[in-house]
């Protein structure tokens, strides 16, 4: 290692204190001195890193911010999806509840089917015979009740279908 001599005048109560840093060290004079020296030196330069790890920490602090805001949006975006998807998941099945209303019987031979709505509009009973169906006394007491039920039971549908999506629950358990 290179050395080099500097001459310079320091007070009588720093020279003390370095002289008596030194026995207590048991260290020479110019090595405590040059030990100090080395720590402000170290001092000075820890101080700068110490700023620029602050500014990256501030950095990654707003960063954190942001993102921590984004999530919260994206949460509520989730739940709103989820509850849209609960209420067309009710609406379906209200939908299949009115569809699968039974409303007579397959009056092929040996057959008797119950016949649901769905499949009344299409004039099949579900062993696939065509235009043998008979509707349930209830049903059959008007001339065109067939047409009146396929439309009543769609406008009941539909009726129930912009009810859950609206969000009116008074249409929950109605079949």
Known sequence: MNTA???ARISSDLKDKIIALA???GKQQGETLTALLNQGLL??????????TQGKLTEVQESAR???TELERVKA?????RREIDVAERAKGHLQRILN??????????????????????QQCPCGHSRRIELHDEYKKAPGVGDVIVTGLAIFGGVALAAELLGD???EGTS
Do not use: W
């Open 5 to 7: 001599t500097i001459y």
């Open 23 to 25: 026995k207590s060290s």
């Open 43 to 52: 001092y000075e330069e820890s101080q700068r890193e110490l700023k620029e």
């Open 66 to 68: 942001t993102l921590g």
């Open 77 to 81: 975006d989730l739940a709103m999806a």
């Open 101 to 122: 209303t039974e409303v007579g019987r397959c009056v092929f031979p040996d057959c008797g089917a119950p016949v649901n709505l769905y499949g009344f509009v299409y």
């Open 169 to 171: 629950k008074r249409t």
